[in-house]
């Protein structure tokens, strides 16, 4: 089984600042990683796949970056709706398909 | 749009099953597959399985192997999900995702989790 883990587990921050968001597998997931935002009492939606494209619809705020083993969630200049929980998820050897904990993106 | 919209809360005893429902909408239902995945409460998220509804294919968690069946009606665009013997721990709000409708599918957004379903909470309770 693949392990994603994510960090940090929160990020604080204030609008307008930039949050960098990290995944790593434990061992290579390819470009087969995706990231989820889920806002409270929401169900999850996709903002990334495949390392870095964005997901239809997504703001060109949010990038991607990585390949392998280690992955990166960048959002700039943070708008206050962007507050919310991140989590990545990968299918490149499945089953399982595995998630991360999740990163919290708190004001 | 695409959409998918489950079924309602339910709230069942220990040892009992359940099953939640997912109703596509805005695509060819057997263009795709239909994933299951839950998030007990202050939790993150825990993969159930997947099933095609292009071929009605199935693979289930390790974890839930014997307690979880899947499957689909390609005549009312429906998907469900059948939990049994269910313990406390199984409470939690359980969500389906469009995927892709194979299982060695390859790069591109259809092949990810979208949209998703807006949740279904079931509780086990004594």
């Known amino acids: 089984e693949i392990i994603l883990t994510q960090s940090p587990a929160t990020l604080s921050l204030s609008p307008g600042e930039r949050a960098t968001l990290s995944c790593r597998a434990s061992q290579s997931v390819s470009r087969y990683l995706a990231w989820y935002q889920q806002k409270p009492g929401q169900a999850p939606s996709l903002l990334i796949y495949?390392?870095?494209n964005r997901a239809t619809g997504i703001p060109a705020r949010f990038s991607g970056s990585g390949s392998g083993t280690d992955f990166t969630l960048t959002i700039n200049s943070l708008e206050p709706e962007d507050f919310a929980v991140y989590y990545c998820?990968?299918?490149?050897?499945?089953?399982?398909?595995?998630f991360g904990q999740g990163t919290r993106l708190e004001i | 749009q695409v959409q998918l919209v489950q079924s309602g809360v339910e709230v069942k005893k220990p040892g009992a099953s359940v099953k939640v429902s997912c109703k596509a909408s805005g695509y060819i239902f057997t263009d795709f597959g239909i994933t299951w995945v839950r998030q007990a409460p202050g939790q993150g998220l825990e993969w159930l399985g997947w099933?095609?509804?292009?071929?009605?294919?199935?693979i289930s968690a390790q974890k839930f192997q014997g307690r979880v069946t899947m499957t689909t009606d390609t005549s009312t665009r429906t998907a469900y999900m059948d939990l049994g013997r269910l313990r406390s721990d199984d409470t939690a709000v359980y969500y389906c995702?469009?995927?892709?409708?194979?299982?060695?599918?390859?790069?591109?957004?259809?092949?990810?989790?979208?949209?998703w379903g807006q949740g279904t909470l079931v509780t086990v309770s004594s």
């Open positions: 998820q990968q299918r490149h050897n499945w089953p399982p398909i595995t």
């Open positions: 495949d390392a870095s």
């Open positions: 995702a469009r995927a892709p409708p194979y299982d060695s599918s390859g790069y591109g957004q259809d092949n990810w989790f979208d949209p």
């Open positions: 099933i095609s509804a292009y071929n009605g294919h199935t």
